[in-house]
C-alpha cells in the first residue's frame, strides 16, 4: 500500500515562499515519477511540476517556471516544492502525485497512481 503524505501549507503574503514536503511511504520511492497539482474549487486540477525517477529532469507549468522549484530526496523517501514570489493566483489546494512507471506526460493526472490528501496554500495581499 502506497501512501502520499503532503505538509508545509499556510497563510504566506504575496512575494513570500513556502515549502511543500511529501512523504512518500510503501515502496521503492527511487522509482517514481512524482508530481505536484493543484486545484481551487469549481476548477480541474492543474500541473504545477514534476520530476521523473532516477534523474534529475523536471518540468513545470508555464505559470510556476521561474518561481518554483521541484526536488526529491530519495534517502528520505520525500519530494519538495520550493514556491517562492508567491502571488495571489497560486492559492489553491496543492496535491502530490506518484506513479510507479517513467513516463514523459507528467502533466497529465491519469498519469498518476496514487495522490496525498492535499494541503492549502493561501497567499494573501
Known amino acids: 500500500q502506497v501512501q502520499l503524505s503532503e505538509s508545509g501549507g499556510g497563510l504566506v503574503q504575496a512575494g513570500g515562499s513556502l515549502r511543500l514536503s511529501c512523504v512518500v511511504s510503501?515502496?521503492?520511492?527511487?522509482?517514481?515519477?512524482m508530481g505536484w497539482f493543484r486545484q481551487t474549487p469549481g476548477k480541474e486540477r492543474e500541473f504545477v511540476a514534476a520530476i521523473r525517477w532516477m534523474s534529475t529532469m523536471t518540468y513545470y507549468a508555464d505559470s510556476v517556471k521561474g518561481r518554483f522549484t521541484i526536488s526529491r530526496d530519495n534517502a528520505k523517501n520525500t519530494v519538495y516544492l520550493q514556491m517562492n514570489s508567491l502571488k495571489l493566483e497560486d492559492t489553491a489546494v496543492y496535491f502530490c502525485?506518484?506513479?510507479?512507471?517513467?513516463?514523459?506526460?507528467?502533466?497529465?493526472?491519469?498519469?498518476?497512481?496514487?495522490w496525498g490528501q492535499g494541503t492549502q496554500v493561501t497567499v494573501s495581499s
Open positions: 510503501g515502496r521503492t520511492f527511487s522509482a517514481y515519477t
Open positions: 502525485a506518484g506513479s510507479p512507471r517513467d513516463s514523459t506526460l507528467v502533466s497529465t493526472t491519469t498519469t498518476y497512481d496514487y
